[in-house]
């Protein structure tokens, strides 16, 4: 339970109206799912993002960084603590020679169009893929041809203890849907992006392509997170679920999409309970049929 001096000192490192109790998750992520936060904050600033986070830090309370809420799963119990969530403000894009420099809030979609205008190529990968840069960042994001791995430069963040810290593209250690930055509380700040001069028409051309295979293969008219699950090594997730006979198996409100079966999207009141009973039956199918693991690659929390 948050005190109110714990509330009031948020409260004076933001604003009053950026200050929600018991607010419900649900309309901040794109599962559509989600019971109350204690205490959520709008994150204006980088440097209310900077306060504040330091603030939990030292006061030992739990937080949860939230950009988009596009690989979130959050519970129906709720959140216990504090949602910093990262609204349309934080969102500067600057482009400096083959560099650009963007703000933790910023849409992915958005810094990509940015590169194509300048004609930057190397951030076509995430022309439609519909998270902040800070997500993308934690998460690794990719598609296509590419991942952040490849783009990113450095990152600003404050560390799990605290201090403002710059990490390198080696620093941050990137794997498959991972990096250093993933579940052990840094605090994204800002990004640099390093690109190569490209031509403005097939840099234009390549994104269309790939967000026209995205509307064609993917269920992106349903609420879902994406990818439920990791790409096994030598496998792909939807055709092992395809061929266990899962296609539209269905819980409650959670489906496995008849569009893709990577994906699992709520077709209307899904609770979290269904989706994560769905994860565990998925799971364990594929498990019995192909004895493959069945890793999620969305943020179950
Ligand atoms: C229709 C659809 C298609 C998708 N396609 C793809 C795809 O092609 N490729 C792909 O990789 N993903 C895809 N995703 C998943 C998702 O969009 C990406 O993982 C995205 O990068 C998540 O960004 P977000 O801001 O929404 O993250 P959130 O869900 O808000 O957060 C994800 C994780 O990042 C952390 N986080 C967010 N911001 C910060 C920050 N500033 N500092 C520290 N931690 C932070 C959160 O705490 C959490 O751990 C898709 C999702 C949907 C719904």
């Known amino acids: 339970m948050l005190s109110k001096e714990i509330l ?59 950009g988009n809420g596009s690989n979130t799963l959050f519970s129906d119990e709720g959140y216990e603590g504090v949602v910093l969530h990262l609204g349309r403000k934080i969102d500067e ?16 979609v958005s810094v990509s169009r940015t590169a194509q205008k300048n004609g930057l190529t190397g951030l076509e990968f995430a022309a439609g893929i519909p998270g902040t840069v800070g997500g993308g960042v934690v998460m690794n994001a990719g598609a296509y ?24 593209n080696e620093e941050l250690k990137f794997g ?48 879902s997170a994406g990818s439920t699950f990791k790409r096994p090594e030598g496998y792909y997730a939807g055709q092992l679920i395809m061929e266990a006979g899962l296609r539209g198996f269905t819980i409650g409100g959670a489906k496995v999409s008849e569009k893709h079966c990577g994906f699992i999207v709520n077709t209307g009141n899904a609770t979290s309970s269904d989706v ?12 019995e049929k192909f004895g493959v693991d069945l890793e999620p690659e969305i943020e179950i929390l």
Not at 178 to 184: E, K
Not at 198 to 208: F, R, T
Request: with cysteine; charged share 30%.
């Open 176 to 223: 498959y849907r991972y990096s250093i930055l993933r579940g052990t509380g840094y605090v994204v700040t800002d990004v640099v992006f390093e690109l190569k001069p490209g031509d403005k028409e097939e840099i234009l051309a390549k994104m269309n392509d790939f967000n026209a295979r995205r509307r064609e293969k993917q269920p992106i008219e349903l609420p």
């Open 8 to 66: 009031g000192s948020i409260t004076a490192y933001t604003c009053p109206e950026n200050v929600k109790t018991n607010e419900v998750l649900k309309g901040y992520t794109s599962f559509k799912i989600g019971g109350p936060a204690e205490c959520l904050v709008e994150i204006d600033t980088v440097q209310q993002l900077t306060d504040v986070s330091q603030y939990l830090k030292r006061e030992k309370v739990p937080y949860y960084v939230l």
């Open 276 to 287: 994560r009973d769905l994860i565990g039956e998925v799971q364990k199918r594929v498990k």
């Open 145 to 168: 041809d590419g991942e952040m791995k490849t783009v990113v430069k450095k990152v600003r963040a404050v560390s799990p203890k605290g201090e403002i810290c710059e990490l390198n």
């Open 93 to 108: 894009i600057r482009v400096e020679g083959n560099l650009i420099y963007a703000e933790a809030g910023a849409m992915l």
